[in-house]
């Protein structure tokens, strides 16, 4: 463990003259080509919506069991709704949390001759109905993220000497943004469980809020692990492979963890990943010299399989590899399809 600490980053720069937003612009860079994680103040999210979608979070983990399995995951074949602890699998080692997960409310596309395998994740949720609030609680949060996406894509674009709008076009129909709403029991007996295995996210950018005092974050930084523990009302934004693919490698996607909190804790987060069009491929950047110079090229994932610039495929690889059981019952063909060409 090293006792670096991530950058911290004022959003509230960018309204605030050239000279302060050319400076953001700058430190976002550095951050994300550094570290390929920072923290996130000044965003102008107002307090209640931070309290509101922790409270709704703790309210649907703290149901029967029953009205949770009513929304199970296994039910769904679009990787939607709620995983029980062990349901979830990183690096092949169970994850110690539950959560639910929700994407774009959307018809589902059924499977076919020439359909894409990566279509079977759009479809509808699942929603609790012992907890409807919940739907609009997540609405209310999803408008905010995608306004906060849309704000950092384009100040990532300028830093790199881009257009500003040069990303616009592949998240303007249909993103396939993801909410995940996830509680880690604690458990460190005999030692701290994995709460999430070591991976990189696998969309574009990451907004994760956590519950206020919760360490147990780490981040990768020069083969060490970096503690990132929430400060209030500030987000933890890191980027996903799509990124990494863009820059040729100068912006990081980079590898991260969550250990269980001690026994009798628990924490909560809310990750949001910012994502185009399940078929939208991520437009390469054309980058400066300068930049170009210290791109170290696109990397694998903390798997070791490719990362693939159309962001359906990118998903697909890493949704069947986290939930075998959901892959098993409703994705046999893909399971074996994988299993004889393991890279794709
Ligand atoms: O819960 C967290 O703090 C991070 C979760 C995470 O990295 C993920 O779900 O991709
Ligand atoms: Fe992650």
Redo the contacts with the bound molecule.
């Keep these: 463990m090293t006792t670096a600490t991530l950058p911290v980053l004022d959003l509230s720069r960018l309204n605030q003259g050239d000279d302060e937003a050319a400076a953001f612009r700058r430190e976002l860079r550095d951050a994300t080509h550094e570290y390929g994680f920072f923290y996130l103040t000044g965003h102008g999210i107002p307090h209640e919506l931070f309290d509101g979608i922790i409270g709704t979070a703790r309210e649907f983990f703290d149901l029967p069991d029953a009205d949770k399995l009513e929304i199970e995951n296994i039910k769904s074949r679009h990787f939607r709704g709620y995983t029980r602890v062990g349901g979830e699998l990183t690096q092949g080692r169970v994850d110690w ?1 539950e ?1 639910i997960d929700i994407g774009p409310e959307r018809a589902a596309v059924e499977k076919g001759e020439g359909v894409a395998p990566f279509w079977t994740l759009e479809g509808p949720n699942q929603w609790p109905t012992a907890l409807p609030h919940l739907r609009d609680v997540v609405a209310e949060w999803q408008a905010q993220m995608d306004a906060l996406s849309i704000t950092l894509m384009r100040a990532w674009a300028e830093s790199l000497g881009a257009d500003p709008d040069v990303f616009d076009a592949a998240f303007a129909h249909e993103p396939s943004t993801l909410i ?1 709403i ?1 509680r ?1 029991p604690g458990k460190d007996d005999p030692e701290p469980q994995q ?2 295995g070591a ?1 990189k ?1 696998f969309g574009v950018l ?1 907004l ?1 809020y ?1 519950e206020e005092g919760k360490g ?2 780490q981040v990768e930084k020069d083969g060490d692990w970096i503690d990132a523990p929430p400060l209030p009302y500030a987000f ?1 934004v890191n980027i996903g492979e799509l990124l990494e693919v863009a820059t040729e490698g100068y912006l990081r996607a980079t590898i ?3 250990v269980s909190p001690g026994s009798g804790q628990d ?1 909560i ?1 809310v ?1 949001y ?1 910012y994502a185009p069009a399940l078929d939208a491929t991520i437009p390469s950047i054309p980058l400066p010299d300068e930049l170009r110079a210290q791109a170290g090229g696109v990397t694998a994932d903390a798997h070791g399989e490719p990362l693939f610039s159309t962001y359906g495929e990118n998903a697909l690889k890493s949704r069947l590899r986290a939930h075998p059981d959901v892959a098993a019952i409703h994705h046999p063909e893909l399971v074996s399809a994988r299993t004889a060409a393991p890279t794709h």
Excluded: A, C, I, N
């Design positions: 949390r959560q995940k996830v880690y709460g999430v991976h996210d990451t994760l956590v147990g974050l933890v991260h963890r969550v924490r987060s990750p990943f």
